[in-house]
């Protein structure tokens, strides 16, 4: 059985930063690309952003670029999200989840293992 445990989410205010870090166990972490998802209320689950397996490529929803940075430690089986000068709108519920293929990275349907969820709150 797979999991992913996403940790590092909270209260911040407008311009601040946050790290998310995501755990996983019970696969190879190694040979998965990995994504962040996020779902604010009322709205559906969008991507974020995606990296693969070697960290060779990364991606980002043009929302979140220049502000965000994926990352991974394979030695660690962990995926990072550092975001940076965050927005109100910025405010959801961030997942991560892996994916065998980094093709499809911006689809929900190319994803098998999802998180719990983490919330992040940007205040005014």
């Known amino acids: 059985q797979v999991q992913l445990v996403e940790s590092g989410g909270g209260l911040v205010q407008a311009g601040g930063s946050l790290r998310l870090s995501c755990a996983a166990s019970?696969?190879?972490?190694?040979?998965?690309?990995m994504g962040w998802f996020r779902q604010a209320p009322g709205k559906e689950r969008e991507f974020v952003a995606a990296?693969?397996?070697?960290?060779?490529?990364?991606d980002y929803a043009d929302s979140v670029k220049g502000r965000f940075t994926i990352s991974r430690d394979n030695a660690k089986n962990t995926v990072y999200l550092q975001m940076n000068s965050l927005k109100p709108e910025d405010t959801a519920v961030y997942y991560c989840?892996?994916?065998?293929?980094?093709?499809?990275?911006?689809?929900?349907?190319?994803?098998?293992?999802w998180g719990q969820g983490t919330q992040v709150t940007v205040s005014s």
């Open positions: 989840a892996s994916t065998p293929t980094y093709r499809s990275r911006s689809s929900e349907r190319a994803y098998d293992y």
């Open positions: 990296i693969t397996w070697n960290a060779a490529n990364t």
């Open positions: 019970g696969r190879t972490f190694s040979s998965y690309a």
